[in-house]
C-alpha cells in the first residue's frame, strides 16, 4: 500500500498533507475505513505504532473528536468510530492525492540522466511527444498563444546571432510549442523532459547543440510558420524531423568524442 512507502519519507507533508498532524488523522481514518466494525482508541493506538507514531489513547480520543467535529467520523457507543460517507469521500480524496504524487516521484526519478546514453533516450521520447505537440499547436493555438511563440521564436534568433549559448532560449522554444498545444499531459511531460534536459546539457562542456543555433534556428522558423498557417501535418512532420536531427547531431557528437567532459 502505498501509506508503506510514505513512513520514511518527507514529500508527503508539503504535497499531500498540510503537517503531520492531518497525516495522522489520514491514517486513523483509514483504519477505521479497513476494518468491518467500529473501531476504538485502542486498537488505533496500535496501529500508529506501527508507523513508530506514539500516541496516547486520550490523544487519540482528542483527535477522533475533531474528526468527528468535520463530520468525517461518527461514534458508536462504546464500540468506536466509524466513517460517514462525508469521511469516505474524503479519504478516497487523499488516496488519490497520494497515488498522483508517488506517481509523480517515480516518474522524476525514472527521468533522471546519469548519463550520456540518458540524454540520447531522452530526445527519443521527445521527438514522439513534440511531434503531437506541434500539431495540436497547429490545430488549437489562439492568436495570443502564437504571439507568444513568435516571441519565443525572437528570443531564440537574437540569442543566436549574438552567438551566446542558445540551449535556454531553443528549449524554451519547444516549451512553449507544448504550451500552446492545449494539452496538459503532454504540457507537462515535456516539461519534465525539457528540466531534465537541460540539466545533463549545462553539466556537458562541449555539446555540438550549442554549436549548430543557425541550423536549429531554420528549422524552428519553419515549424513557426506552419503552426501560424494551422498546418497540423506540416507542423508535426517538422518538428519531428527537427527533433530526429538534434538526436542524431548529439548522438554523433557522444560517440566521437573520447574527450567529452563534464562541468
Known amino acids: 500500500m502505498i501509506y508503506n512507502k510514505l513512513v520514511d519519507s518527507e514529500w508527503y507533508f508539503s504535497s499531500v498533507f498540510e503537517n503531520s498532524l492531518e497525516y495522522i488523522y489520514y491514517l486513523l481514518m483509514k483504519y477505521i475505513h479497513e476494518s468491518d466494525t467500529p473501531v476504538g482508541a485502542w486498537s488505533l493506538r496500535e496501529k500508529l505504532l506501527q508507523h513508530g507514531i506514539e500516541c496516547g489513547t486520550a490523544t487519540i480520543g ?3 473528536k475533531t474528526l468527528d467535529g468535520r463530520e468525517y467520523t461518527v461514534g458508536c457507543g462504546n464500540q468506536g468510530r466509524r466513517l460517514t460517507p462525508k469521511g469516505t469521500i474524503y479519504l478516497r480524496k487523499i488516496e488519490k492525492a ?3 504524487a508517488e506517481l509523480q516521484t517515480t516518474l522524476s526519478t525514472a527521468t533522471q540522466i546519469n ?25 488549437y493555438a489562439t492568436e495570443e498563444e502564437l504571439n507568444r511563440l513568435q516571441d519565443a521564436l525572437e528570443a531564440h534568433e537574437r540569442c543566436v546571432a549574438q552567438n ?3 540551449t535556454e532560449t531553443a528549449l524554451n522554444f519547444h516549451q512553449t510549442v507544448a504550451d500552446i498545444s492545449h494539452n496538459k499531459y ?13 540539466e ?11 554549436e549548430l543555433g543557425h541550423k536549429y534556428i531554420v528549422e524552428h ?7 501560424l498557417k494551422h498546418e497540423p501535418k506540416r507542423a508535426a512532420e ?5 527533433v530526429r536531427t538534434i538526436y542524431s547531431d548529439v548522438y554523433e557528437s557522444i560517440r566521437d568524442d573520447k574527450n567529452l567532459k563534464m562541468r
Request: proline share 1%.
Open 115 to 139: 548519463e550520456y546514453k540518458d540524454l540520447i533516450e531522452l530526445l527519443y521520447v521527445r521527438k514522439v511527444l513534440e511531434t503531437e505537440t506541434a500539431a495540436a499547436a497547429a490545430k
Open 62 to 64: 482528542r483527535y477522533l
Open 200 to 210: 545533463i546539457e549545462y553539466a556537458i562542456e562541449s555539446l555540438v547543440s550549442r
Open 221 to 227: 522558423r519553419d515549424i513557426v510558420a506552419a503552426i
Open 186 to 198: 503532454l504540457q507537462a511531460l515535456i516539461k519534465l523532459l525539457i528540466f531534465q534536459e537541460s
Open 164 to 166: 551566446q549559448d542558445p
Open 238 to 242: 517538422l518538428m519531428s524531423e527537427h
Open 98 to 100: 497520494l497515488e498522483q
